[in-house]
């Protein structure tokens, strides 16, 4: 049993979900899961529900959680310290940043975006060539360094001890990268990566105003909203909406199609969901080939109908 460290996204006092599925894929291993900054009493009880055998509060001198850097340093820093066979994050806007830092800190590769892990075999599988196939891969550092596709791994609670640690990390800041201040984009809707639902509206949607139509259902059910290429193309949607291969990859449980025809480039973007629902009035449209469950029918017909059911 290897030692497996997990950097752990916390919100608002609370574990997000996808890093307690990142734990979920190193279960059975002795996992050290990672806060940046000092407070880990508010997020304990949870990480020790999921698995974590330590929990260490990671932290540098300086303005710390203003600089990714500084951060990354800590990160790698822990690395060495605990000799761990593992390093472990999500594949988010955090995770990509702060892995991609690290591991070059370590020189050790980095595999981003994974939707398996072997930590004994030292393997991975992820997608490639726009969703096409998946391909497994055998990684030859010293330290397994990847961050793993949200929401792919569904948590399973798997109780240890929770032991509280504390890692001061010997590290200067180069001062490279401060960040001042954080905006939160939209007006306060569920993150795409993370949403454990989302509904998704394409060109059919023919203006930006009709996705209140979307937002209306989603509202029922906890979804994020998205948009395909061809929408934002349109301008009917910001860049920020925007699901598929020049846009965010997404694995949610559920997955609602709207007006999407189903092209390659967004199906690389949403293909690992866990189930696909597609609504398109144009009953050869590509996506009926790719989808769990399908309703030919104009939207504007079909989505009000769901919400009023939901």
């Known amino acids: 049993m290897g030692r497996i460290g997990i950097l752990i996204e916390v919100e608002n ?13 190193a279960a059975g291993q002795e996992i050290y899961a990672l806060v940046l900054g000092s407070e880990t009493s508010s997020v304990k009880d949870k990480l020790a529900e999921y698995g974590a055998a330590k929990i260490v509060a990671v932290t540098a001198p300086g303005d710390f959680l203003s600089s990714p850097d500084l951060q990354s340093l800590a990160i790698a820093a ?64 010293s330290v397994l360094i990847c961050t793993v596709r949200p929401n792919t791994i569904e948590p399973k609670a798997s109780p240890a001890a929770g032991e509280l640690l504390e890692f001061t990390a010997d590290v200067v800041d180069p001062g490279l990268v401060k960040i001042v201040e954080t905006k939160e984009g939209g007006t306060g809707k569920l993150d795409l990566i993370s949403a454990p639902v989302i509904i998704t509206g394409g060109r059919a949607i023919k203006a930006a ?25 349109a301008g009917y949607a910001p860049h920020s909406m925007q699901v598929g291969q020049t846009g965010k990859t997404v694995s949610p449980r559920l997955y609602i199609a709207c007006g999407v025809s189903g092209a390659v480039q967004h199906f690389a973007g949403m293909k690992t969901s866990k189930v696909i629902v597609a609504i398109n009035e144009d009953k050869d449209a590509p996506i009926f080939n790719k989808c769990d469950y399908g309703i030919v029918g104009d939207i504007f017909d079909v989505v009000p109908a769901l919400t009023e059911k939901l």
């Open 13 to 25: 006092n609370a574990v997000k979900e996808t890093s307690l599925g990142v734990m979920t894929a």
């Open 209 to 233: 105003e009709n996705y209140t139509l979307l937002d209306a259902c989603a509202a029922k059910i906890g979804a994020a909203v998205g948009a395909t290429r061809a929408a934002v193309d």
């Open 78 to 141: 822990s690395v060495k310290e605990y000799d761990f066979e593992a390093l472990l994050g999500t594949a988010s806007v955090t995770g990509r940043d702060l892995y991609a830092r690290v591991a070059s800190i370590l020189d050790e590769p980095l595999v981003s975006d994974c939707i398996e892990i072997n930590i004994a075999e030292k393997t991975v599988k992820k997608s490639h060539f726009s969703g096409k196939i998946f391909a497994s891969l055998r990684v030859n550092g």
